[in-house]
């Protein structure tokens, strides 16, 4: 130690250079530079500066979050050095004194009378020089400084004399009075520093590694405390902000958190309850809470069978070692749907029928069709090509007759033929190979008290027809390897790209179930027929595209417009929505024009190809340079003369009704051009 104190002196004496002190670690040699530029002599005594009154409790209650994950563990480490003359000091991370508490002795007064240290002082390299406790904030890691390693030996011998003062073999041992320290930092649950906690010693000769690892130990334990409490704080706000109920249940089966959702699902106060007594005893619950196996989308039954509720989550609580500590309920009560909003399956129906954008006269049959039936529960068939929003039109109907149901949507296409049925009537526990255990709730059943939407109807199997043919007719289905029936009441809504009338002619779909689904027919018109639509969902698309680039939103030139017009729209408003996608990506001055749309949409004008069918108005005489009061004018002529002068369909294929063409032929006084042209 003699060899160490020497060469701290002669280096900052500049006797020897830093280079030429091998006993200590450089990061020590570092500090003991920084702390004799800070004009400290290592034989004054040196005092840390200390916070008045006001400044010290303002500091005490910011802390207060690591004092208390503290206490318990510095208690637990006085209890296990009772028989020693240590000191422990925790601080915060500037290195200012949070607490001290010495153990096996009355030395308390002493210390602070003598070094001036009490909670609020501030010891760090700029008042003290090099001490553990800094060291450790400054580098992040454990660290022990042992006798002359501290830079004060004023304070070093002082305070070893007065931790070894109180005990009979004092002066027995030629090490006490030279202190040791032992510092662990302490990071919070964000991995920011947070303070450290430090084991002072007098037993030089003694001070061992035990003493550092009791210090980590302890660190590790008060971090491993604010991982828990930030955990615990972000579980209560997060339950809390939850659509659904959430309930916690502990080891004993005492219900320990629940929030709002829950507590008006119930309809009780359920925190310190028994669950037992709130759900009756559930088996499910115990084997959760026994294998640590998550169960999900299953049913109890509760007040004697009168209710059931949909358990979408059974998920076990475990600690680091898996040891259980309970579970989390997670519910939807089917019985009470209104009460708990959002859907089973995580699909949000953000669609009304303000969403349907237009006002051409097939658009607005179609969605009046829809209105109308949306009050009745007779099934719907939707009709229409890819892309023309059948899901919107069933999302809408959805939200305006049952809107605090689910809204299950199923594509037929999409589900291969092995899967489908168990996909929509569920199974039961070790119904096939790869089944869970605990069986899961078809689509069909999850959609009890909601919206059933099938989409591409057409490609049902034929052989699982017959099933959903039963269903629609018995409102109740059977899983999968199971032998009960299980009441369902649901809205049913299809959709299809196909004829089903001549599938059924081609024996690829059952007749009968045909009629059961076709029950209400909605047909949705292709993007080509709709006329003026076209530019109004464009400009639609535009804005919202623009806003999500975070552009300007942009004009249509006159030429872009007519292309928009012309061209035939096979992938219909989905198509017309990636198109504007890429105009709007594509555009660089505020205006689309024909150079920003899809070099596909450019072509199929320019040569008016096999995609312009009878049904579409013929512009390609059109110049690209006329006003869109022009272009519309000449459209309104060719209309009627493609159709022989018939107004109905000329207003059909122009997508407006009849009085509209009537006021638009005697504004533009088309009616002398249609008789000299005819």
């Not at 009780?268 to 115990?286: E, M």
Request: hydrophobic letters at 40%; a negative charge.
């Amino acid at each position: 130690m003699e060899r160490i104190r020497k060469q701290k002196m002669d280096l900052i004496n500049h006797r020897i250079s830093p280079a030429q002190v091998d006993l200590v670690r450089p990061e020590i040699v570092q500090s003991w530079i920084r702390s004799y530029n800070n004009g400290l002599d290592p034989y004054d005594f040196c005092y840390g500066t200390s916070m008045d009154d006001l400044q010290l409790q303002e500091l005490l209650h910011e802390k207060e979050y690591l004092l208390t994950a503290a206490d318990p563990y510095i208690k637990q480490l006085e209890s296990m050095l009772s028989d020693t003359r240590y000191l422990i000091l925790l601080s915060d991370e500037k290195g200012t004194v949070l607490q001290i508490n010495p153990v096996g002795n009355q030395i308390s007064g002493n210390i602070q009378k003598t070094f001036r240290l009490a909670p609020g002082t501030v010891w760090n390299e700029e008042t003290v020089g090099t001490v553990s406790h800094v060291m450790s904030l400054m580098l992040g890691s454990p660290i022990q400084l042992c006798g002359p390693e501290i830079y004060s030996e004023a304070c070093s011998h002082v305070m070893g004399q007065l931790l070894a003062s109180s005990g009979e073999d004092s002066m027995r041992h030629e090490s006490l009075n030279q202190t040791s320290c032992s510092s662990a930092p302490i990071f919070d649950a964000y991995g920011n520093l947070a303070g450290s906690i430090t084991i002072i010693s007098p037993y030089l000769h003694h001070q061992s590694s035990h003493t550092l690892g009791l210090a980590v130990s302890t660190a590790w334990a008060i971090q491993n405390h604010l991982q828990l409490a930030l955990n615990s704080e972000l579980f209560d706000i997060t339950i809390d902000a939850a659509d659904d109920a959430v309930i916690t249940i502990n080891q004993s089966g005492i219900i320990t958190k629940a929030n709002m959702a829950a507590q008006q699902l119930f309809e009780a106060v359920l925190t310190g309850s028994s669950a037992d007594k709130v759900f009756g005893y559930q088996p499910l619950i115990a084997s959760v809470m026994k294998t640590g196996e998550a169960v999900q989308d299953t049913y109890l039954n509760i007040d004697g069978g009168q209710q059931r509720i949909l358990l979408r989550l059974a998920q076990p609580l475990q600690d680091h070692s898996g040891k259980s500590l309970g579970c989390v309920l997670t519910f939807k009560k089917l019985a009470r749907a209104r009460k708990i909003k959002g859907q089973v399956t995580g699909l949000n129906t953000r669609y009304s029928f303000d969403d349907i954008i237009g006002f051409s006269s097939p658009l607005t049959k179609s969605v009046y069709l829809a209105k109308q039936y949306a009050s009745l529960d007779a099934n719907i068939l939707i009709q229409g090509e890819s892309g023309t929003g059948k899901e919107m039109y069933a999302q809408a109907i959805h939200n305006n007759s049952r809107p605090g149901g689910s809204f299950i949507a199923v594509n037929c296409a999409a589900i291969p033929r092995t899967l489908i049925e168990s996909e929509l009537f569920g199974y039961e526990g070790g119904s096939f190979t790869g089944a869970e255990r605990q069986g899961r709730p078809g689509k069909v059943e999850l959609a009890h008290s909601g919206t059933l939407f099938l989409d591409e109807i057409g490609d049902m199997p034929l052989e699982l027809q017959p099933v959903l043919l039963r269903v629609l007719e018995e409102k109740m289905i059977m899983r999968v390897g199971g032998s009960r029936y299980i009441p369902v009441d649901f809205r049913l809504i299809t959709a299809t790209n196909k004829s089903l009338s001549e599938l059924v002619a081609h024996n690829l779909f059952r007749e009968d179930l045909y009629y059961r689904l076709a029950v209400l027919q909605i047909p949705i018109p292709p993007l080509r027929q709709r006329g003026s639509d076209i530019i109004e969902l464009a400009k639609h698309f535009a804005g919202q595209i623009a806003r999500q680039q975070h552009k300007e939103i942009p004009e249509f030139s006159d030429e872009a417009i007519f292309y928009l017009l012309k061209y035939h729209w096979p992938g219909n408003v989905r198509q017309l929505e990636n198109v504007l996608l890429c105009a709007v990506t594509a555009n660089r001055d505020g205006i689309i024009k024909p150079d920003d749309l899809p070099l596909e949409i450019m072509e199929a004008c320019t040569h008016n190809n096999s995609t312009t069918d009878k049904t579409s108005v013929e512009l390609t005489s059109i110049p690209g340079s006329l006003s869109l009061k022009e272009m519309e004018k000449i459209a309104i002529i060719q209309a009627l003369q493609q159709v022989n002068f018939n107004i109905t369909q000329a207003a059909r294929i122009l997508g407006m009704s009849k009085s509209t063409l009537y006021r638009k032929i005697n504004a533009y006084n088309l009616l002398e051009s249609i008789r000299s042209d005819n």
